[in-house]
């Protein structure tokens, strides 16, 4: 069985050199790297690293999204196994090795690994010279030049002493309270509750393996989403017969780059392409769940979603709670009640 790592990458070269020397280290078999459009060194940074190392390379010369350039990678590549990186995520020495063994052991499964972040890295345009991000110079010249040397991570590092890098790291995707909370109910969703029904809300836009077939016959990413592309993904594919699972300690380490998180919440025109392609009430209580993780929650004690499988019991419509006017409650979400509920697993 072969893996294949698809990397989505745009205007990162810095933070994909170190992605691409993280490959190097654990001898990745076949990367295929779509760079979307980037106006920065990418493609040096690229060529360099395909002298040695067994790399497929596309590239859109107008960005298309991750979405399209997800896709592409996918068609170009040639394992069994899909797994799919951003550019500024470094893996762990097991990661890949991990995801081909929970394949080995489960043929159907979508592998949802460990998302990890590395909080310093957001100061800094390139984390291993140092430099700092626009809008940040003062911030980091005010830094001690230890701290700062602190700050870094370099390619040594990731080849000679990558336990350095693993203790700096959190879990979440992004620093900040909410993405942690949704990274614990997400993995422990998977790890305790297998048999959980809404488990394709645990998916993940890095760090996600699935069959190449599958993917394939499931017609990729929906062009028409630009955040939480991955777990209407996951829908379909379990409703085609694939099996969400946790990879556990198939970890990858996000080089973060911006102070903040994409919150769904407010970032949140995918909802209404989401429902109208999948018209249940799970889909529409995703927002539901996020905002009841808000310390000063709008969401009433009695109608706060926190656990995968307090949405399932949600979206089963047994308990008495108009979410529609739950939703009301939360500032700028579009109004789905116009559209007739499915049941939760329809």
Known sequence: MKLSVVIRSKDEADRLRLTLVSLARVKATEIVIVDDGSRDHTPAVIAEAAI?????????????????????????????????????????????????????????????????????????????????????????????????????????????????????????????????QLYEIETGALRDHPQCSVLWAASSGSNMSVRRDAFLAAGGFDLKLDNNEHRELALRLCRAGQQMGLVAGARTYHLTHRSGWRDPLVENGWERVFYQLHPIKAVKLLSVLWASLSGASVVPPQARITALPDLERAASGDNGIDYDAIRRLIPGLPDLSVTTDLPAGA
């Open 52 to 180: 040695t190392m067994p790399i497929r390379s596309l590239r859109h010369e107008v960005a298309r999204g991750r979405c399209a350039a997800s896709n592409a990678g996918a068609a170009a590549a040639s394992g069994d196994i899909i797994l799919f990186l951003d550019g500024d995520t470094p893996v762990g020495p097991d990661c890949l090795a991990l995801h081909l063994q929970a394949h080995a052991r489960t043929p159907n499964l979508i592998g949802r690994g460990e998302t990890f972040h590395l909080r310093a890295t957001r100061l800094l345009l390139d984390p291993e010279a140092g430099t700092p991000r626009p809008g940040e110079e003062q911030r980091l010249a005010r830094l001690p030049a230890a701290e700062v040397e602190r700050l870094k991570v370099t390619r040594q590092q990731i080849l000679e002493d990558f336990d350095s890098i693993a203790r700096r790291a959190e879990p979440g995707i992004y620093p900040g309270a909410g993405p942690r």
